[in-house]
Structures are given as C-alpha cells and as structure tokens.
C-alpha cells in the first residue's frame, strides 16, 4: 500500500504544478496592466529568490564543472528566455489560446529526445507532432483581434518559441536530478532569474500596459506579481522539478497537456475570454496530435 502511494506521489506533483502553471496565464495578464513585462518578472524572481535563499549554499556545493554547463543551459532556458517569450506572448494574444500552445511541448520533447538522445519517434508520433503543429497554426490565423488580444498569431509564435525554451528546460532538468534536488534547481532558476531581469527593468524601454475585457481592482497587479513569485515559480516548479526528478522527462511532459484546459476554464471564469468556432476545431487538431503520439506509445509498448 505504501509503495503504490509512494508512485503515486510524483504523478500527484505534477498535476499540482500544472494547475499552478495554468494559473499563471491569467496572473501574468493581470500583472501586465499595470507593470512592464521586465517589472513582473524580476518581481516573480525576487520573491522566489528570497524564499529559496536556504537552498543557496547547496546550490554552490552542486557546481561543479560537469553540472555547471547543463544547470547554465538550462536556466537561460527558463526562466531567462522561457519568460521574455511568454511575457511578450500574453501581450497579444489570449490566456486561453497561449495555454493550447503550451500543450504542444511533450510533443517537442519527443522531437528533441529524437536529435539529441537518438531515441526512435513511430510514425504515429510524426504524424502527431505535424497534426499538433498544424493546429496552431491554424489556431493562430483564425484568432479575432480585439483589445485585448491585439495580434494573436505574433502573440502564439511568442508561445511557440517559449515551448522550445520549456523543452531545453525539461532536458536539463532531467539530466541534473541524480545530481541535484529538485528544490535546489528550482533555486537555481529562481536565482538566475534575479541575475537576468533585474537589470533590465532599468533600460528606457516603453510598454504599454495590457487591456482586459474585465475591471479588475487596483491591488490585484501586484498581488499577482506575489502570487507567481510564490505559488507558480516556486511551487509551481518545484513541484515540476520533483515529478521530473522520478519519472523520465517524456512522461513528466506528458502532463503539460492538462494546461490548455486548466487555462481554458480558468480564462472563461476570470477574463471572460472566448474562442471562436474555428479556433475550437483547431484545438481539437492541437489535442488530437498528442493524444495520436501517446496512442503509439501505448500500443508499441511490450
């Protein structure tokens, strides 16, 4: 009983830093209405940093030169280009559509296990993985304009280029768990993050703030930069890191696609944000890719 508990665990983790992850589309819009992207994401990092400073010295313990390159890597990843694609994202376009993009990572992880691990992908998983690719595309030229969401395709081709930094994330976290805690990299990544944004918030750059189609209240900004400090870049991560840390970086990405619901729902609830007919059925192609992948994998299995 207490061994199935214990495999239980990790699949438990990740659907909690999903749920946090998710929320986190709607967080960073909130934020962005009244804060530059660079403001909130050095904020985010700040806060998380100071949580994590017990884990400072550990952190320096583990940098050796064999880990250092791929804990390197794997922080310019994310959060460092991971978030300036995602910040930038949610500028233009929905939490929503931003969440469905998202959900095409496990099938990039794939990709790149296939060119840097030289895993073999089936032809089901080709097929999946243009399908899914095909869906955002589609999903993006189909998007409606509006202030609040002012140029969807740039918008999700943000996202796209914030999935290819999640995937060299997963890679190297996988790579580091035997080496480090998952906590300790979740340190790492929150301390990377200070390094990195800090110094831009003083660069004489102009954004203009996000709109929404609903009123929200004057604290909520900054008490969404709080809550991604806390709640998403810490637990949220850190969560991510543990389940990664068990389990093989393809099935902790597998959980990845419970976020485009999660952000669908919470999206509907909160923004009262809406897809249209067309970008529904492009959807269905983006979830139809993965779920055609890990239908391969199921039946290949011995």
């Known amino acids: 009983m207490n061994l199935n508990i214990q495999k239980c665990i990790p699949h438990l983790a990740l659907v909690i830093g999903m749920t946090a992850w998710a929320s986190s589309f709607i967080g960073l819009k909130?934020?962005?209405?009244?804060?530059?992207?660079?403001?909130?994401?050095?904020?985010?990092?700040?806060?998380?940093?100071l949580i994590c400073l017990p884990f400072l010295k550990p952190l320096i313990t583990h940098m050796t030169r064999k880990n250092f390159p791929v804990l390197l890597g794997g922080v310019l990843c994310e959060p460092c280009l991971y978030f300036l694609?995602?910040?930038?994202?949610?500028?233009?376009?929905?939490?929503?559509q931003a969440g469905m993009v998202l959900a095409i990572m496990p099938l990039c992880v794939g990709f790149c296990a296939w060119i840097f691990l030289k895993e073999k992908q089936s032809v089901h998983a080709w097929a999946g993985?243009?399908?899914?690719?095909?869906?955002?595309?589609?999903l993006s030229f189909s998007g409606e304009t509006s202030q609040a969401v002012p140029n969807p395709f740039l918008g999700n081709?943000?996202?796209?280029g914030a999935v290819f930094c999640g995937v060299g994330y997963t890679l190297a976290c996988r790579n580091?768990?035997?080496?480090?805690?998952?906590?300790?990299y979740t340190a790492a990544m929150s301390f990377g993050g200070v390094l990195f944004y800090l110094p831009l918030t003083f660069l004489p750059?102009?954004?203009?703030?996000?709109?929404?189609d609903v009123s929200i209240p004057d604290w909520l900004p900054l008490f969404s930069i709080f809550y991604l400090g806390v709640v998403v870049s810490l637990l949220g991560y850190g969560f991510y890191n543990y389940g990664v840390s068990k389990l093989s970086a393809t099935e902790a990405a597998a959980y990845i696609n419970l976020i485009p619901?999660?952000?669908?729902?919470i999206g509907v609830l909160?923004?009262?944000?809406?897809?249209?007919?067309?970008?529904?059925?492009?959807?269905l192609a983006i979830l139809g890719g993965m779920l055609l992948s890990q239908y391969k994998a199921k039946k290949e299995l011995p």
């Open 157 to 160: 081709m943000l996202e796209l």
């Open 129 to 138: 993985f243009i399908l899914a690719f095909l869906g955002v595309f589609w």
């Open 30 to 49: 909130f934020a962005l209405t009244a804060y530059t992207p660079f403001e909130v994401i050095a904020g985010r990092m700040l806060i998380s940093s």
């Open 270 to 283: 909160f923004l009262e944000e809406r897809l249209t007919t067309t970008q529904y059925f492009a959807s």
């Open 176 to 184: 580091l768990s035997a080496a480090m805690s998952p906590w300790v």
């Open 205 to 212: 750059l102009e954004f203009s703030p996000v709109t929404l």
């Open 261 to 265: 619901v999660i952000t669908l729902v």
């Open 85 to 96: 694609f995602e910040t930038s994202a949610l500028r233009y376009t929905s939490s929503a």
